[in-house]
């Protein structure tokens, strides 16, 4: 057993000391999508601080919390509060939650981000299902030793976003009245928003959105065999489509607006995921 999986082993089995019981789903809340855990029930929620092993949040008033209960009746764990590469934090930090994740049972992932959008089709507010993603330039959390007990060394990816669970959200979306966009997601390191000749390289290439996560945490749940679902709330425009600057508080205020509409999408394909 490797120094790896050995300290990723004693955060899940200090978790499952703690809980009781295996999630069926985990939800990684992206900006904006705190409200979402006012609708689980049965809640436990768990600092970053007194989880032994894991990694802590270097923001002040960023604290992040584990959160176990039941969404929509399915049990869950959902993290408030993400590890950026951008903040400093090394890839295998950035993924080590899903690691635990994956070790304590957890066999789905459900990630959720704030993303500019490229494609020119798209309006603030939009929500998007990621199909696919293009990575080249993000540092592979995978990189190193492999680590044969997680997963192969050369894995496969090329249905990394789970086409049923896209299909599955676009239901959710119809349901709950509104169209749900697809598209491609590229990630760029930031925390400098990306330039405007960037963005327009980025169209060609096929992005339709932009953000600054979720690429190394869906990279690592494959590695290990996990369903992945992605989906992006467009928060603004990317960079050089309006004359205007762009900022964190758009992003903030985007997210607040549709954050209802969000919150229900995500239970609704929670409840569908978990039955
Ligand atoms: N670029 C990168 N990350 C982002 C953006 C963006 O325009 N909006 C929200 N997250």
């Known amino acids: 057993m490797s120094d790896l999986t050995k ?6 089995k200090w978790l499952e000391n703690r809980i ?4 069926d789903v985990a939800v990684v809340l992206g900006s904006g999508l705190g409200a979402l855990s006012d609708s689980i029930f049965d809640k436990m929620e768990i600092p970053y601080a007194e989880i032994p092993g894991f990694p802590q949040t270097t923001v002040p008033g960023h604290a992040g919390t ?7 009746g399915v049990p869950v764990v959902c993290m408030k509060g993400r590890f950026h590469h951008y903040e400093g934090y090394d890839m295998g930090t950035v993924v080590f939650p899903v690691r635990v994740f994956f070790r304590l049972g957890v066999r789905n992932l459900f990630l959720t981000n704030a993303a500019g959008g490229v494609n020119l089709g798209f309006t603030p507010g939009d929500l998007m299902a990621v199909t696919d993603h293009i990575g080249l330039w993000a540092d592979s959390p995978l990189r190193g030793p492999n680590e044969d007990e997680l997963g192969p060394r050369f894995p496969d990816v090329s249905k990394i ?15 709950n009245g509104f169209n749900l966009q697809k598209g491609i997601y590229s990630y760029c390191r930031g925390p ?5 000749a960037e963005i327009r390289a980025l169209r060609v290439l096929g992005a339709d959105a932009v953000g600054m996560s979720t690429v190394p945490e869906a990279v690592a749940a494959r590695h290990m065999g996990m369903r992945v679902l992605a989906i992006s709330c467009i928060t603004n425009m990317a960079a050089g489509i309006l004359d205007q600057p762009l900022t964190h508080e758009e992003v903030m ?11 229900g999408l995500v239970a609704g394909i929670v409840a569908k995921w978990g039955a």
């Open 161 to 175: 976003y789970d086409p049923e669970l896209v299909k599955l959200a676009a239901d959710v979306a119809r349901i």
């Open 7 to 12: 300290r990723l082993d004693e955060t899940a």
């Open 253 to 263: 205020a985007t997210g607040k607006m549709v954050e209802k509409r969000f919150s």
């Open 192 to 196: 400098a928003f990306e330039t405007p």
């Open 66 to 72: 584990l959160i176990f209960g039941k969404l929509e």
């Open 20 to 23: 009781g019981w295996v999630p």
